[in-house]
C-alpha cells in the first residue's frame, strides 16, 4: 500500500543526469575539434575509472550496485573531472584524480546526494596542489596528430614543451610580474580575440550548452547569471581602474573555466546552495574568489578553490536565505495580533 | 469589476484526465438493498443516534442529532427500516470503523413532511441552526460544517465570497458537472450566502479547462443580473482549487497557516455546498446525496447522483469495475486517499472514486537519495523548502522540520509529483506531523499530570498551614485566660533568644493537634482485621513518600 500522489511526473535522476552529458557535447565537440582526440581518451579513462570506483564503493557499502550505477551520476562527474584538467595529462593522474572525487569525495561522505565539495572540483584541486608544472601544460591551438596525443595520454615520452605552454590566465600573471601591460601580453600567440587561442570558443560553446540546461529546466538562471554578472562586474571595475594592469571583463568570461564554471560546476545542486537568494550569493561568491585568485594568486586558476571554499559556506547560505512561506509574507492586516 | 487575477508560486500541471467522466450526464443511482448512514461525517462532533433498532423512517428524517454548534446533523436519504445502529468500516485510510446507523429502505421512498422554513424572514441565527439541523457542511472535502462559516464574525460584514468550482485535481468531474447542471441554483445558494456574510461581491471561479460549465454559470449569472456577483475564470493549475490558493488568486491576499480567511476579509465554499444550502433554505431539503465521480480503470466513467450511505462496491457495480484494478482511491490522484474496504459507505466528503489499475498509475519505482535539485521547492505552492522539510523529517529532527514550517504544508503531492528521485515525500512530512501530534499528545498529558500532582501537594501544604494559623489564633487569644499555661511553653523557648513568641505557640499548637490526631486515630484502629491493617499500612506509605516528596521539591508556595 502505497499513498497519494499516486500520478508522478516521468522523471527520473537518471533523466537529468543524461541531459547535462548531452549538455556537456557541444564544447566536447569543439575542444576535439580545436585540440585533437585527447580529450576523448581522457573522458573514456576518467569514466572507465569512475564506475569502477563507484560500483566498488557501492559493493563495499552493501548498497544496490546496479542501480546506483544506472544513475548516471558518475559519468557526470567523470565528464567534468576530464573537461576542467589540462587535455593531454599521463592517464594515472586522471585515475587518481576521479578516484579521489568519487571514493572520498562522494561516497566517503554517504554517496549521492551527501557529499559537501563538488567532487570534479576535489579531483582538480587534488591534482594542482600534488603535481603543479604537469596542471600547468595546456595544449596551445598548433595542434598535434592523434597518435602522438595517445601516446602522451598512455604513458609514453612526454616532450610536450613543444606543442604546449602556459595558458593565457598564466602568461597574463607572469607578463604582469615581469612589468609589461596587459595589452603586450595579449600580443603573444596564446592568445585568440579576447581570451586564449581556440579556447575563447570552447568557452562558448560551454555556454550554449549551458543555455540548453536552462532551457530544459535541469538548472535556473540564478547560478550562471550571478556568476558570470559577478565576474564581470568585478573584472571590469578593475580593469577601468587601471586597464595596463587588469585584463577586460571579456578576457575573464572567455579565458579558463569561466563558462564550464558559471554553468557546469557551481550549478551541481548537492553540493550548492539551494534556495534562490542562496543562489545569487553562493554563484557571486565563486566569482569574486576566482577573479581574487586570477588576479592575485599562484594559481593558472581560481574556479575550483573558489567553488570549494563556497562549498563550505552553502549549509549557512541556505539557512540566512530561506524565501518566505505561503501567508507569511507580509504581516496580517490586524498587524499579528492574533 | 474584477479585472486582475494573482498567481500563487509553483503548481504542476498533470494531465486533467477529466473527459471520460464528463461524456453522460449526471445518473441517479438506484439504492441499494443497505444503506450505511455513518453518524460522523464532517469535522467536530459525532451526532447522537435518534432512532433505535427496529423503527421505521421516512426519506429526510433526521437520525443523527448534532452534538453542540460545532457538528451537523444527519438524516435519513430514503424511507425504511434501522436494520442496525453499529461501528462499520469508514471510507477511511485506516479502516477503521465508526458508529453509523444501517438502513434497509423499503423502496417507497416516502419523504418526511418537509419543514418550511422562511429563510428571507429569519434572523442570521436561526438560519444557521436550520442548516446545522439539515446537516450541511462543505462538499469540497473538508466537511466543515458550513453554518459555522457562515457568520461574518466581529466586523459584521465580509468582502469577498469565493464559491470555488476550480476542481483543480484530475479526473475529479463532479463539480464540474453540478455546474453545467444546476448553475442557477449555484448562484441562488451562493447569494443567500452573500446575504449571511453581509459580503461585497461574490466571485464564483473555476479553471479554464471547464468551458461548458463557465458559459452555464455565466449566463445564469446575466439571468440573476446581480451586479455583486460575478463568475471567474482562473488558469487551470493545480492546486489553483485548494481554498488559500483560489483566494490568493483572487484576491491577492495569502492566508497563512493557522488563520482563518474571515481575518482578511475572505470567506470560501464549494460550489455543492452553495447548492445544499439553496436546497436546503428553498425546499427544506437535507443533505442526504451528493454527486460522486467515478472513473479511472472503469468500464463506464460517469458521475452519479447519489444517496449517502450508498456502499462504494455498489457504485464501482455501476460503473463496471475493470478486472485488473490493483488500488481504490477517495478522492484525486493527488491527495485521494486509498480505500481499504470497498464496502465502506460513500459519505459526504466523497467527492470521486478513482480506480487504479498498474497501468494508470505505476507503482512507484525505487526512492533514490535526495540530490537536492529543487524541482520540489519550484512546484511548492506554500513556497516551502520541501527537500529540507524531508531531510528533517528523514532524520526524526521534528524540532527542524517544524522551524521550516511542516505544518504549513498542504499535502497536495505536488513537490512528490515532479521529484526525479521518485521520494514518497508527502508519506515523509505525514509521519513527521503524527510524530510531533503524539508527542504533543504525551507532553500534554504529562504536564496536566504534574499540574495535578503539584496542586494537591499545595492544598496538602496549605491545608496544614491553615489548621496551624488557626490553632496559633486560637492559642494567642487564650494566655490571658490561663497564663500557666502559656508560661511554660513560653519558658522552653525563651533560651533560643530572639525567636517569635507566636512561632512557638504555633509549634505548641501544632504537637497539640498531633496529639489529638494521634489519640483520634487510635480510637478507630482498635480492632483491625489484617487485611485493613495492610491497608493502612500502606496508605501510610503512601503519605509518607508523598510527603518526603512534598518536602524535596514542593514549588508550589
Same mark, same amino acid.
Request: aromatic share 6%; hydrophobic share 45%.
Given at each position: 500500500m502505497y499513498n497519494s500522489p499516486y500520478l508522478r511526473q516521468n522523471t527520473s535522476?537518471?533523466?537529468?543526469?543524461?541531459?547535462?552529458?548531452?549538455?556537456?557535447?557541444?564544447?566536447?565537440?569543439?575542444?576535439?575539434?580545436?585540440?585533437?582526440?585527447?580529450?576523448?581518451?581522457?573522458?573514456?579513462?576518467?569514466?572507465?575509472?569512475?564506475?569502477?570506483?563507484?560500483?566498488?564503493?557501492?559493493?563495499?557499502?552493501?548498497?544496490?550496485?546496479?542501480?546506483?550505477?544506472?544513475?548516471?551520476?558518475?559519468?557526470?562527474?567523470?565528464?567534468?573531472?576530464?573537461?576542467?584538467?589540462?587535455?593531454?595529462?599521463?592517464?594515472?593522474?586522471?585515475?587518481?584524480?576521479?578516484?579521489?572525487?568519487?571514493?572520498?569525495?562522494?561516497?566517503?561522505?554517504?554517496?549521492?546526494?551527501?557529499?559537501?565539495?563538488?567532487?570534479?572540483?576535489?579531483?582538480?584541486?587534488?591534482?594542482?596542489?600534488?603535481?603543479?608544472?604537469?596542471?600547468?601544460?595546456?595544449?596551445?591551438?598548433?595542434?598535434?596528430?592523434?597518435?602522438?596525443?595517445?601516446?602522451?595520454?598512455?604513458?609514453?615520452?612526454?616532450?610536450?614543451?613543444?606543442?604546449?605552454?602556459?595558458?593565457?590566465?598564466?602568461?597574463?600573471?607572469?607578463?604582469?610580474?615581469?612589468?609589461?601591460?596587459?595589452?603586450?601580453?595579449?600580443?603573444?600567440?596564446?592568445?585568440?580575440?579576447?581570451?586564449?587561442?581556440?579556447?575563447?570558443?570552447?568557452?562558448?560553446?560551454?555556454?550554449?550548452?549551458?543555455?540548453?540546461?536552462?532551457?530544459?529546466?535541469?538548472?535556473?538562471?540564478?547560478?550562471?547569471?550571478?556568476?558570470?554578472?559577478?565576474?564581470?562586474?568585478?573584472?571590469?571595475?578593475?580593469?577601468?581602474?587601471?586597464?595596463?594592469?587588469?585584463?577586460?571583463?571579456?578576457?575573464?568570461?572567455?579565458?579558463?573555466?569561466?563558462?564550464?564554471?558559471?554553468?557546469?560546476?557551481?550549478?551541481?545542486?548537492?553540493?550548492?546552495?539551494?534556495?534562490?537568494?542562496?543562489?545569487?550569493?553562493?554563484?557571486?561568491?565563486?566569482?569574486?574568489?576566482?577573479?581574487?585568485?586570477?588576479?592575485? =594568486?599562484?594559481?593558472?586558476?581560481?574556479?575550483?578553490?573558489?567553488?570549494?571554499?563556497?562549498?563550505?559556506?552553502?549549509?549557512?547560505?541556505?539557512?540566512?536565505?530561506?524565501?518566505?512561506?505561503?501567508?507569511?509574507?507580509?504581516?496580517?492586516?490586524? =498587524?499579528?495580533?492574533? | 469589476?474584477?479585472?486582475?487575477?494573482?498567481?500563487?508560486?509553483?503548481?504542476?500541471?498533470p494531465?486533467?484526465?477529466?473527459?471520460?467522466?464528463?461524456?453522460?450526464?449526471?445518473?441517479?443511482?438506484?439504492?441499494?438493498?443497505?444503506?450505511?448512514?455513518?453518524?460522523?461525517?464532517?469535522?467536530?462532533?459525532?451526532?447522537?443516534?435518534?432512532?433505535?433498532?427496529?423503527?421505521?423512517?421516512? &426519506?429526510?428524517?433526521?437520525?443523527?442529532?448534532?452534538? &453542540?454548534?460545532?457538528?451537523?446533523?444527519?438524516?435519513?436519504?430514503?424511507?425504511?427500516?434501522?436494520?442496525?445502529?453499529?461501528?462499520?468500516?469508514?471510507?477511511h485510510a485506516s479502516g477503521?470503523?465508526?458508529?453509523?446507523?444501517?438502513?434497509?429502505?423499503?423502496?417507497?421512498?416516502?419523504?418526511?413532511?418537509?419543514?418550511?422554513?422562511?429563510?428571507?424572514?429569519?434572523?442570521?441565527?436561526?438560519?444557521?441552526?436550520?442548516?446545522?439541523?439539515? !446537516?450541511?457542511? &462543505?462538499?469540497? *472535502?473538508?466537511?466543515?460544517?458550513?453554518?459555522?462559516?457562515?457568520?461574518? !464574525?466581529?466586523? *459584521?460584514?465580509?468582502?469577498?465570497?469565493?464559491?470555488? !468550482?476550480?476542481?483543480?485535481e484530475p479526473f475529479?468531474?463532479?463539480?464540474?458537472?453540478?455546474?453545467?447542471?444546476?448553475?442557477?441554483?449555484?448562484?441562488?445558494?451562493?447569494?443567500?450566502?452573500?446575504?449571511?456574510?453581509?459580503?461585497?461581491?461574490?466571485?464564483?471561479?473555476?479553471?479554464?479547462?471547464?468551458?461548458?460549465?463557465?458559459?452555464?454559470?455565466?449566463?445564469?449569472?446575466?439571468?440573476?443580473?446581480?451586479?455583486?456577483?460575478?463568475?471567474?475564470?482562473?488558469?487551470?493549475?493545480?492546486?489553483?482549487?485548494?481554498?488559500?490558493?483560489?483566494?490568493?488568486?483572487?484576491? *491577492?491576499?495569502?492566508?497563512?497557516?493557522?488563520?482563518?480567511?474571515?481575518?482578511?476579509?475572505?470567506?470560501?465554499?464549494?460550489?455543492?455546498?452553495?447548492?445544499?444550502?439553496?436546497?436546503?433554505?428553498?425546499?427544506?431539503?437535507?443533505?442526504?446525496?451528493?454527486?460522486?465521480?467515478?472513473?479511472g480503470n472503469?468500464?463506464?466513467?460517469?458521475?452519479?447522483?447519489?444517496?449517502? *450511505?450508498?456502499?462504494?462496491?455498489?457504485?464501482?457495480?455501476?460503473?463496471?469495475?475493470?478486472?485488473d484494478t490493483d488500488k481504490l482511491i477517495m478522492g484525486g490522484p493527488m491527495m485521494g486517499i486509498p480505500l481499504p474496504n470497498?464496502?465502506?459507505?460513500?459519505?459526504?466528503?466523497?467527492?470521486?472514486?478513482l480506480a487504479s489499475s498498474p497501468t494508470l498509475f505505476a507503482p512507484p519505482e525505487p526512492e533514490l537519495?535526495?540530490?537536492?535539485?529543487?524541482?520540489?521547492?519550484?512546484?511548492?505552492?506554500?513556497?516551502?523548502?520541501?527537500?529540507?522539510?524531508y531531510?528533517?523529517s528523514r532524520?526524526?529532527?521534528?524540532?527542524?522540520?517544524?522551524?521550516?514550517?511542516?505544518?504549513?504544508?498542504?499535502e497536495c503531492g505536488c513537490c512528490a509529483y515532479v521529484c526525479?528521485s521518485h521520494i514518497p515525500l508527502v508519506d515523509y512530512y505525514r509521519y513527521a506531523k503524527s510524530?510531533?501530534?503524539?508527542?504533543?499528545?504525551?507532553?500534554?498529558?504529562?504536564?496536566?499530570?504534574?499540574?495535578?500532582?503539584?496542586?494537591?501537594?499545595?492544598?496538602?501544604?496549605?491545608?496544614?498551614?491553615?489548621?496551624?494559623?488557626?490553632?496559633?489564633?486560637?492559642?494567642?487569644?487564650?494566655?490571658?485566660?490561663?497564663?500557666?499555661?502559656?508560661?511554660?511553653?513560653?519558658?522552653?523557648?525563651?533560651?533560643?533568644?530572639?525567636?517569635?513568641?507566636?512561632?512557638?505557640?504555633?509549634?505548641?499548637?501544632?504537637?497539640?493537634?498531633?496529639?489529638?490526631?494521634?489519640?483520634?486515630?487510635?480510637?478507630?484502629?482498635?480492632?483491625?482485621?489484617?487485611?485493613?491493617?495492610?491497608?493502612?499500612?500502606?496508605?501510610?506509605?503512601?503519605?509518607?513518600?508523598?510527603?518526603?516528596?512534598?518536602?524535596?521539591?514542593?514549588?508550589?508556595?
Amino acid at each position: 500500500m502505497y499513498n497519494s500522489p499516486y500520478l508522478r511526473q516521468n522523471t527520473s535522476v537518471r533523466r537529468v543526469m543524461v541531459t547535462v552529458l548531452v549538455a556537456m557535447l557541444p564544447a566536447i565537440a569543439m575542444q576535439v575539434w580545436l585540440f585533437g582526440i585527447g580529450l576523448l581518451l581522457q573522458i573514456a579513462i576518467a569514466s572507465a575509472t569512475a564506475l569502477a570506483c563507484e560500483a566498488a564503493m557501492l559493493s563495499l557499502r552493501r548498497r544496490p550496485v546496479a542501480r546506483a550505477l544506472g544513475d548516471g551520476s558518475a559519468l557526470v562527474t567523470a565528464w567534468l573531472i576530464a573537461v576542467c584538467l589540462p587535455p593531454l595529462l599521463p592517464w594515472w593522474m586522471i585515475v587518481i584524480g576521479t578516484s579521489f572525487a568519487i571514493i572520498i569525495g562522494k561516497h566517503l561522505y554517504g554517496g549521492l546526494g551527501q557529499n559537501p565539495f563538488n567532487p570534479a572540483m576535489l579531483a582538480y584541486c587534488v591534482l594542482i596542489i600534488s603535481f603543479p608544472a604537469l596542471m600547468s601544460q595546456w595544449p596551445g591551438l598548433q595542434g598535434s596528430d592523434a597518435a602522438t596525443q595517445l601516446n602522451w595520454v598512455l604513458g609514453g615520452e612526454r616532450a610536450l614543451d613543444a606543442v604546449t605552454g602556459a595558458t593565457p590566465l598564466d602568461a597574463l600573471r607572469t607578463g604582469l610580474l615581469g612589468n609589461a601591460d596587459v595589452s603586450a601580453v595579449m600580443q603573444s600567440p596564446a592568445f585568440g580575440h579576447v581570451a586564449g587561442a581556440g579556447w575563447e570558443w570552447v568557452a562558448l560553446a560551454w555556454g550554449a550548452g549551458g543555455l540548453l540546461l536552462l532551457a530544459l529546466r535541469i538548472i535556473t538562471w540564478h547560478i550562471p547569471a550571478a556568476f558570470l554578472g559577478a565576474m564581470a562586474l568585478v573584472s571590469g571595475v578593475a580593469w577601468l581602474i587601471d586597464p595596463s594592469h587588469y585584463a577586460s571583463p571579456a578576457f575573464h568570461l572567455l579565458a579558463g573555466g569561466t563558462m564550464l564554471g558559471a554553468f557546469f560546476i557551481a550549478t551541481d545542486p548537492v553540493s550548492g546552495a539551494t534556495t534562490p537568494r542562496g543562489k545569487l550569493i553562493f554563484a557571486a561568491g565563486i566569482a569574486l574568489i576566482a577573479w581574487l585568485i586570477r588576479a592575485f =594568486g599562484a594559481y593558472p586558476d581560481g574556479i575550483a578553490f573558489a567553488v570549494l571554499l563556497l562549498n563550505i559556506c552553502v549549509p549557512l547560505i541556505d539557512i540566512k536565505t530561506q524565501p518566505p512561506v505561503f501567508g507569511h509574507k507580509v504581516e496580517p492586516p490586524d =498587524g499579528g495580533a492574533r | 469589476m474584477l479585472n486582475k487575477l494573482f498567481s500563487f508560486n509553483g503548481g504542476v500541471k498533470p494531465d486533467p484526465n477529466k473527459s471520460a467522466s464528463t461524456r453522460e450526464p449526471i445518473a441517479r443511482l438506484a439504492l441499494p438493498p443497505q444503506l450505511v448512514i455513518p453518524l460522523h461525517q464532517h469535522i467536530g462532533g459525532t451526532p447522537r443516534p435518534l432512532v433505535t433498532v427496529g423503527s421505521t423512517v421516512l &426519506g429526510g428524517q433526521r437520525i443523527g442529532a448534532p452534538d &453542540g454548534n460545532v457538528s451537523s446533523a444527519v438524516h435519513a436519504p430514503t424511507s425504511g427500516r434501522v436494520v442496525a445502529i453499529e461501528p462499520r468500516p469508514m471510507p477511511h485510510a485506516s479502516g477503521l470503523s465508526s458508529p453509523a446507523v444501517v438502513i434497509e429502505p423499503d423502496g417507497l421512498d416516502t419523504a418526511i413532511e418537509r419543514e418550511l422554513f422562511d429563510w428571507h424572514a429569519a434572523a442570521p441565527g436561526e438560519i444557521r441552526d436550520f442548516l446545522r439541523d439539515a !446537516g450541511v457542511v &462543505g462538499l469540497g *472535502g473538508a466537511v466543515f460544517p458550513s453554518h459555522l462559516k457562515l457568520n461574518p !464574525g466581529k466586523s *459584521g460584514h465580509t468582502d469577498t465570497l469565493v464559491i470555488n !468550482g476550480a476542481e483543480c485535481e484530475p479526473f475529479i468531474t463532479c463539480d464540474d458537472m453540478l455546474m453545467r447542471a444546476e448553475p442557477g441554483n449555484i448562484l441562488r445558494g451562493a447569494l443567500i450566502m452573500q446575504r449571511m456574510l453581509a459580503a461585497k461581491q461574490v466571485l464564483v471561479a473555476l479553471e479554464d479547462n471547464k468551458p461548458e460549465a463557465a458559459a452555464a454559470l455565466k449566463s445564469a449569472a446575466r439571468a440573476l443580473g446581480h451586479a455583486s456577483l460575478e463568475v471567474v475564470v482562473v488558469p487551470t493549475r493545480y492546486p489553483a482549487g485548494g481554498a488559500k490558493q483560489l483566494i490568493r488568486v483572487l484576491t *491577492g491576499i495569502e492566508v497563512p497557516h493557522g488563520s482563518r480567511s474571515t481575518d482578511f476579509g475572505v470567506q470560501c465554499f464549494n460550489v455543492a455546498t452553495a447548492l445544499a444550502v439553496w436546497r436546503a433554505l428553498e425546499h427544506g431539503e437535507p443533505l442526504t446525496r451528493r454527486i460522486v465521480t467515478v472513473t479511472g480503470n472503469v468500464e463506464r466513467p460517469r458521475n452519479f447522483d447519489v444517496a449517502i *450511505g450508498t456502499p462504494i462496491s455498489h457504485l464501482f457495480a455501476a460503473a463496471g469495475l475493470k478486472p485488473d484494478t490493483d488500488k481504490l482511491i477517495m478522492g484525486g490522484p493527488m491527495m485521494g486517499i486509498p480505500l481499504p474496504n470497498i464496502d465502506a459507505p460513500v459519505v459526504k466528503a466523497t467527492n470521486c472514486l478513482l480506480a487504479s489499475s498498474p497501468t494508470l498509475f505505476a507503482p512507484p519505482e525505487p526512492e533514490l537519495p535526495c540530490i537536492r535539485c529543487g524541482e520540489c521547492a519550484r512546484a511548492c505552492p506554500a513556497d516551502l523548502q520541501p527537500f529540507e522539510l524531508y531531510w528533517h523529517s528523514r532524520a526524526r529532527n521534528f524540532g527542524r522540520a517544524q522551524e521550516y514550517k511542516l505544518f504549513d504544508c498542504i499535502e497536495c503531492g505536488c513537490c512528490a509529483y515532479v521529484c526525479p528521485s521518485h521520494i514518497p515525500l508527502v508519506d515523509y512530512y505525514r509521519y513527521a506531523k503524527s510524530e510531533i501530534w503524539a508527542r504533543e499528545r504525551d507532553k500534554d498529558a504529562a504536564d496536566s499530570a504534574r499540574e495535578r500532582f503539584e496542586f494537591r501537594n499545595w492544598r496538602a501544604d496549605r491545608e496544614k498551614e491553615e489548621k496551624a494559623a488557626k490553632l496559633a489564633a486560637r492559642n494567642a487569644a487564650k494566655p490571658a485566660v490561663k497564663p500557666a499555661d502559656g508560661a511554660a511553653p513560653a519558658a522552653d523557648v525563651a533560651p533560643s533568644a530572639g525567636e517569635d513568641p507566636k512561632k512557638a505557640l504555633i509549634e505548641a499548637a501544632m504537637a497539640r493537634a498531633r496529639a489529638q490526631k494521634e489519640a483520634v486515630a487510635a480510637k478507630n484502629t482498635d480492632a483491625l482485621t489484617p487485611a485493613q491493617q495492610a491497608q493502612i499500612d500502606a496508605a501510610e506509605e503512601r503519605r509518607k513518600r508523598a510527603s518526603e516528596l512534598s518536602g524535596s521539591d514542593a514549588p508550589v508556595k
